[in-house]
């Protein structure tokens, strides 16, 4: 499948799918312009017209893609049966929910409170997720549905939120003052978090590295060791 997206700042990037089960792009122009279309789960480099990183971790296709409105190098995604947060520098995910009972579908982060998204699941639950004061559970979980929740989208205030069904139903919810409304200090204690997160990543990526150049260098070692130790003859035979 090729995509061809025409931008309105007059740049055209093509992007050819080959792998099955990627369905979503967050993009961003040069500028910062924001484009969503469907695909797979890369950061593009516009500078030379190529994809220059893949971010893989979901078991499953990756169903949405959200980048926060107020951190921009970190995105959401939705696959399988977790959410994961990532920052764009790093392959893997700074953040991984634990795994539902129940597939999920989308996600959506507030435009309002830089600490809260919410996420859609296959068997009708809506949950709110609050990272500014616990990242591992859902600050709120609504029964929203017998069938699945498909989608969930923010009005631009951040007050209200409206999610959709498998089967065409839409259902408009008005969110408390409590998650609608920026807390003190929220923003820079979730960046400072999520640095934390991204630089704990970092130093685990660097050791597994080392450890991979530590165990290929005793391995061409240990090759050599074994070349030097077979008796010419055989060398010749």
């Known amino acids: 499948l090729t995509l061809t997206l025409s931008l309105t700042l007059s740049l055209t990037l093509t992007l050819t799918l080959t792998r099955r089960g990627y369905r979503c792009l967050e993009m961003r122009s040069r500028l910062g312009t924001k484009i969503e279309l469907c695909s797979l789960l ?7 017209d ?7 971790g979901h078991l499953s296709p990756v169903y949405s893609v959200q980048r926060s409105p107020f951190m921009s190098k970190f995105f959401l995604t939705i696959g399988d ?6 920052n764009e520098e790093l392959r893997a995910p700074v953040i991984t929910s634990k795994y539902h009972m129940s ?9 309002a409170r830089p600490g809260v998204f919410f996420t859609t699941k296959m068997d009708g639950g809506l949950d709110v997720w609050d990272i500014f004061y616990k990242q591992h559970d859902p600050t709120l979980s609504l029964q929203v549905d017998a069938d699945g929740l498909k989608t969930v989208r923010f009005q631009e205030q951040g007050a209200l939120v409206a999610t959709g069904s498998v089967d065409g ?15 003190n200090n929220e923003k820079p204690a979730v960046m400072n978090m999520l640095e934390r997160e991204s630089k704990r990543e970092k130093n685990l990526e660097a050791r597994a590295k080392e450890l991979k150049a530590k165990a290929k260098r005793a391995e061409e070692a240990q090759k050599a060791e074994a070349e030097e130790k077979t008796p010419w003859e055989e060398t010749v035979a």
Not at 42 to 48: I, K, L
Not at 50 to 56: D, K, N, T
Not at 103 to 111: G, L, N, R, V
């Open 42 to 48: 890369v950061h593009v480099d516009f500078a030379s």
């Open 50 to 56: 190529r994809v220059g990183m893949s971010f893989e």
């Open 81 to 86: 049966w977790t959410w994961r947060l990532w």
């Open 103 to 111: 597939y999920m579908t989308d996600s959506c982060w507030s435009p």
């Open 169 to 183: 139903s839409v259902y408009m919810l008005e969110l408390s003052e409590g998650l609608s409304t920026i807390q």
